[in-house]
């Protein structure tokens, strides 16, 4: 069973048990998430496809921790004018670890 989720404008692909990261979410860690945009959803080879999203589905997951993302430098150069600009980001993500992929009945698929 697995599932193609959408969080923070991308999408991931989860099965149960699974840990991975999205952007931040403002949840404490420990407390648990319901994410129910769930664009497929694949259960004992059968493919539900959401349009945009599967009806009724959504996935559990636990809050694990939070966390910022390796740095990445920026650089700006104008040529000629003696302009030189350094800049770093890091970016904040949260780590879910997934409890359960449930589908119900009912709900609009919006």
Same mark, same amino acid.
């Given at each position: 069973m697995y599932a193609?989720?959408?969080?923070?404008?991308?999408?991931?692909r989860v099965e149960p048990d699974e840990?991975?990261?999205?952007?931040?979410?403002s949840a404490e860690p420990g407390d648990v998430v319901?994410?129910?945009?769930?664009g497929l959803l694949?259960?004992? $080879?059968?493919?539900?496809l959401g349009a945009p999203w599967v009806a009724g589905a959504k996935?559990?997951?636990?809050?694990?921790?939070? $966390?910022?993302?390796p740095k990445?430098?920026?650089s700006t150069y104008k040529a000629k004018k003696n302009y030189k600009r350094k800049l770093g980001h890091?970016?904040?993500?949260t780590r879910?670890?997934?409890?359960?992929?449930t589908v119900g009945s009912g709900g609009e698929g919006s």
């Open positions: 193609i989720i959408e969080s923070g404008g991308k999408q991931y840990v991975f990261a999205v952007e931040k979410l319901e994410l129910d945009r769930v694949e259960q004992d $080879g059968q493919v539900q996935v559990v997951c636990r809050v694990v921790s939070h $966390g910022r993302g990445l430098d920026v890091r970016q904040a993500y879910l670890r997934v409890e359960a992929i």
